[in-house]
């Protein structure tokens, strides 16, 4: 990466030695501060150990390009990792247009630059992603600088300016894709076009100090190779003719006209790998910025997908209304670009391949009754999750409060190990711990055993993100818990699932999140198939799933959601029963099952007050209500700290001794030997 730029040139360790040079500070000053100043270019080469009289004998100011030739050539034999730190874009007042602009701007370049450079190895780390006050981005990066960990004795580039980077890599991209601010839905065209043609995406703006005049029309001056608006600034998509390029008329809708000219240049033509998908809010988040968390435009989400070469949409699930932030268009229009959308996927995908997508409806912003629609939040989630399903398709659920996800890019790089195995419970063990009598019957002794589903974990962004206030949380370890997390977010987050892996205490089970590898509602995968009418999807589901599952030890799927598709037949079940063998947990199933000895158990209650007290009530109320039935209970949870659990179990103890929460092998053998010895309950007639 080229030099004679404002960077800071670090050797580890970093934090030590940036901690001995008086007013570094000033060099990573964010671009707020920089916009519009005028600094000469300084790199400095630090070593460990280093003082602040030999920083000064060692201080360069770059006035000539042989000397930035120099130290190109050095960084290039020595790959240094570039960082950005962009934590200036979560603190601008969004009240005010320009800044929202700059912070929606900045970060979109950015997460389209690293799409591009991190797809064969890791170049270029960004701070900005914060959640209660942490910087998150910034946790994960010095947990594996550490010695011995994967980023140790890493050189690194420390940039100042967005433009600063995007000059420092001009050499690793093509130019620019440039957008239309008129036509919100050109931002997510451009992420796709990013990615297929090695793309910066600059939105379109010609005021002085805005990106696209400083990395265009000025600056690296990145040559525009695409443009999804006419090049004297008026909109390509109108909503009226011929939709550009297409030979198919209008939908009268120019969002819908933008995703068809992407369907017809970059799906239909093989551009695209159909096998990733992103579904993330289109820059309509600029007209109510401060709706959800500030940095949940989920631009940072986009590197990944970029990387991937995947294709992005942001589209209604409704076919009862026009979509709430295009309410001129056609009722449904939204709906059948999405399945058109889906269907080329899924035709490219061969049937075979299950579609990745990331992100999740932006509930708060559009499509709900938030937005002036018709439907419910989690209506809209469960309709989105079954359109979806129809096409072969699952997501992996960036949902908003704690849906921005940086550098997965970056991450997905890690190495993990071959195998993460787990250790199942036998009989001599139950035995041994009185759950079993001499016979090796269940000894129930007029107890009530539960489990919580420790979620909701069907999200890389979420994970990322709560690791350090929720995993890290002291108190862990203290009662058994069944950590449901999907495995297939080893995809994004493969170093937050080894590091959990790594520090699980005995009391830390892992089981798999909604659904399985993915969160799709599987009844839509049973012929005949609702909404899509294709061919049977089980068995690609189930050989989808194995290899995550025997990669971590999985054997139990911790919940499945339903939602508005239908119950797991007969096939279903088998399918699950192939990869989660030791239980799931459906909504809408009998309410005790042994299908092929897998134990199923339908869902029962969430059970989320803050107040502990009050959730042991809740949970001694429905064991009141059910213990008649059966003694096995299973309450869902989300993102509730180790302490919630501790003071609940606490709390149980003294409303009712009886109560017992168990771990998760534990539970569902225990289940699985009940079942064999309740024959009611074995084949669903307990109601």
């Not at 600088?145 to 050499?171: I, S």
């Not at 849906?403 to 063990?429: C, M, V």
């Not at 064991?623 to 919630?644: E, G, M, T």
């Amino acid at each position: 990466m080229p030099a004679g730029l404002p960077a800071l040139w670090c050797r580890e360790p970093e934090t030590a030695a940036t901690a001995a040079i008086p007013n570094l500070a000033r060099l990573a000053e964010p671009q707020s501060a920089l916009i519009n100043q005028q600094i000469k270019n300084e790199i400095i080469i630090i070593t460990p150990g280093l003082t602040k009289e030999s920083y000064m004998k060692r201080k360069f100011l770059v006035t000539g390009l042989w000397l930035i030739s120099a130290f190109y050539a050095a960084a290039q034999s020595k790959q240094l990792l570039g960082v950005l730190d962009m934590s200036y874009t979560v603190k601008y007042n969004l009240r005010d247009p320009d800044s929202t602009r700059i912070a929606w701007d900045h970060t979109h370049a950015i997460a389209t630059l690293q799409g591009i450079v991190n797809r064969t190895h890791p170049q270029l780390y960004i701070f900005l992603v914060e959640n209660e006050g942490k910087n998150i981005d910034r946790y994960w990066w010095d947990k594996y600088r550490q010695q011995g960990k994967w980023l140790a004795n890493r050189d690194t580039v420390r940039y100042n300016d967005v433009v600063a980077v995007l000059t420092a890599y001009r050499n690793q991209v093509k130019g620019a894709v440039v957008y239309d601010p008129a036509v919100a839905a050109t931002s997510n065209i451009a992420s796709c076009v990013a990615g297929v043609e090695d793309l910066v995406a600059i939105r379109y703006d010609t005021a002085p100090g805005s990106l696209y005049s400083r990395v265009v029309l000025s600056g690296p001056r990145l040559p525009v190779k695409v443009w999804l608006l006419n090049k004297n600034g008026t909109s390509l998509f109108t909503g009226q003719g011929m939709i550009p390029g297409a030979k198919r008329s209008s939908t009268g809708s120019a969002k819908n006209d933008a995703y068809i000219w992407l369907l017809t240049h970059y799906l239909a033509k093989g551009k695209c790998n159909t096998a990733y998908g992103a579904y993330y809010i289109d820059q309509a988040w600029m007209k109510h910025p401060g709706i959800a968390a500030r940095n949940h435009h989920t631009l940072t989400n986009h590197d990944f997908f970029v990387s991937r070469r995947g294709f992005f949409f942001d589209l209604s699930p409704w076919g009862d209304e026009p979509a709430t932030d295009d309410p001129g268009q056609q009722q449904g229009r939204d709906l059948q670009t999405m399945k058109e959308i889906l269907l080329t996927a899924y035709k490219q995908n061969k049937g075979k391949k299950y579609a990745y997508i990331g992100g999740f409806p932006p509930w708060a912003f559009k499509y709900t009754k938030h937005a002036n629609g018709a439907h419910e939040d989690v209506a809209t989630e469960w309709e989105y999750s079954r359109i979806i399903s129809a096409y072969n398709a699952f997501k992996d659920a960036d949902a908003i409060n704690y849906g921005a996800l940086a550098n997965a890019s970056f991450w997905q790089h890690f190495p993990l190990k071959d195998k993460y195995p787990q250790s199942w419970i036998n009989a001599d063990s139950l035995k041994a711990r009185g759950y079993l009598t001499g016979e090796g019957r269940v000894n129930i002794n007029k107890r009530n055993f539960i489990i919580f589903y420790v979620g909701d974990y069907d999200a890389s962004s979420w994970v990322y993100q709560t690791t350090p206030v929720i995993w890290d949380h002291p108190m862990r370890g203290k009662v058994p818990l069944m950590w449901s997390i999907s495995p297939v977010l080893e995809e994004r987050v493969p170093m937050a699932l080894d590091y959990r892996r790594e520090t699980a205490t005995a009391n830390d089970y892992f089981a798999a999140a909604d659904n399985g590898a993915g969160y799709l509602m599987p009844g839509m995968l049973q012929a005949p198939r609702p909404v899509s009418g294709l061919p049977d999807g089980l068995d690609a589901w189930a050989a989808h799933n194995k290899p995550y599952y025997k990669r971590w030890g999985v054997t139990v799927t911790g919940f499945i959601i339903d939602g508005l598709a239908p119950g797991l037949n007969a096939k279903g079940l088998d399918a699950y029963a192939s990869f989660s063998p030791n239980g799931i947990i459906p909504q809408k199933s009998p309410l005790t099952l042994l299908h092929n000895n897998m134990p199923v158990l339908r869902s029962d209650d969430d059970v989320n007050e803050e107040d502990p007290h009050a959730a042991a009530r809740h949970i001694l109320a429905r064991v009141q209500q059910r213990k008649a039935l059966l003694p096995f209970h299973w309450f869902r949870n989300i993102l509730k700290s180790p302490a919630w659990y501790v003071s609940v179990v606490e709390e149980l103890k003294k409303l009712d001794p009886s109560i017992e929460l168990l771990d998760a092998p534990t539970f569902f053998e225990l289940y699985r030997i009940y079942l064999k010895e309740t024959p009611a309950a074995a084949t669903g007639k307990i109601q």
